[in-house]
C-alpha cells in the first residue's frame, strides 16, 4: 500500500505569487490534514477535511485555503505568499477524525518564499 | 489553552547510553498523549500513544513512554540508544471528544548520538 503522497517535494516562489500543494491520503483513509512547520518549531494545525467538508480549522489567514477532492485527495493553497511562508508543509491522513486512529504524515513539501 | 513543553531543545548522547526526552502537557482534563520522531527531510512517524490504562506505553524501535498525570508528563524513554536514532522527536497532545482530532506538537528535541 502506498503511504500518504504529497507534490511538489520542493518548490520556489516569490513574494506575492500563489501556490497549491496537493497530497493524496493512504487508500480508505477520508480524512486529510494540513500541518506547517517552520524550521525549529513544531508542526501547527492548519485544516482537516472529513468526506470533503470541512471539521477544523487553525489560526492562519484567509489567504490559506483547501478542499477535499471526491477521492479524498487534497490541495492546499496559499495565496499572496509572504516571506513567513516557508516551511514544511505536511500532510496527514486517517480513517476518521476520531483521536483513536491517529494520523500518517507524508514526507512533506517543502515551500521557499524568496 | 492546550500547550506542549518539551524543555530540552538539543540532547546529546552517547551510543549506548540511555536516553529520557521530556515532555509536560498543559490541559484541562488528561488528553491523548503521542510521540512522533522526524528523520531529516521526512515527515512524522508515530512512535508510541497514550489514551488511557497502563502508564507505561510499549512503541517501536525499542522506545517506551511514561505517562504521570500528577506530574502532567509523558516522558519517552529508551534503555540503549542506537545510532540511527539521531532525529528530532516531538511529543503532541490531542483533545479526547473534539471534533476533529487535531494535534498540538511541541517544539521538538533534536538528539545527536556520538559514536
Known amino acids: 500500500d502506498a503511504g500518504v503522497t504529497q507534490s511538489p517535494t520542493h518548490l520556489i516562489k516569490t513574494r506575492g505569487q500563489h501556490v497549491t500543494l496537493r497530497c493524496s491520503p493512504i487508500s480508505g483513509h477520508k480524512s486529510v490534514s494540513w500541518y506547517q512547520q517552520v524550521l525549529g518549531q513544531g508542526p501547527q494545525f492548519i485544516f482537516q477535511y472529513y468526506e470533503k467538508e470541512e471539521r477544523g480549522r487553525g489560526n492562519f489567514p484567509d489567504r490559506f485555503s483547501a478542499r477535499q477532492f471526491p477521492n479524498y485527495s487534497s490541495e492546499l493553497n496559499v495565496n499572496a505568499l509572504l516571506l513567513g511562508d516557508s516551511a514544511l508543509y505536511l500532510c496527514a491522513s486517517s480513517l476518521d477524525t476520531t483521536e483513536y486512529y491517529g494520523y500518517t504524515f507524508g514526507s512533506g513539501t517543502r515551500l521557499t518564499v524568496v | 489553552a492546550q500547550s506542549v513543553t518539551q524543555p530540552d531543545i538539543h540532547i546529546t548522547v552517547s551510543e549506548g547510553a540511555s536516553l529520557e526526552l521530556r515532555c509536560n502537557y498543559s490541559y484541562g482534563a488528561t488528553p491523548y498523549l503521542f510521540w512522533y520522531v522526524q528523520s531529516p527531510g521526512q515527515g512524522l512517524q508515530l512512535l508510541l500513544k497514550?489514551?488511557?490504562?497502563?502508564?507505561l506505553v510499549q512503541g517501536i524501535k525499542g522506545f517506551e513512554a511514561e505517562f504521570k498525570r500528577s506530574q502532567s508528563s509523558f516522558n519517552l524513554r529508551k534503555p540503549s540508544v542506537h545510532w540511527s536514532d539521531a532525529a528530532e522527536y516531538f511529543c503532541?497532545?490531542?483533545?479526547?471528544?473534539?471534533?476533529?482530532?487535531?494535534?498540538?506538537f511541541g517544539t521538538g528535541t533534536l538528539l545527536a548520538v556520538q559514536p
Open positions: 497514550y489514551f488511557s490504562g497502563d502508564t
Open positions: 503532541a497532545v490531542v483533545k479526547p471528544g473534539g471534533a476533529t482530532n487535531k494535534l498540538i
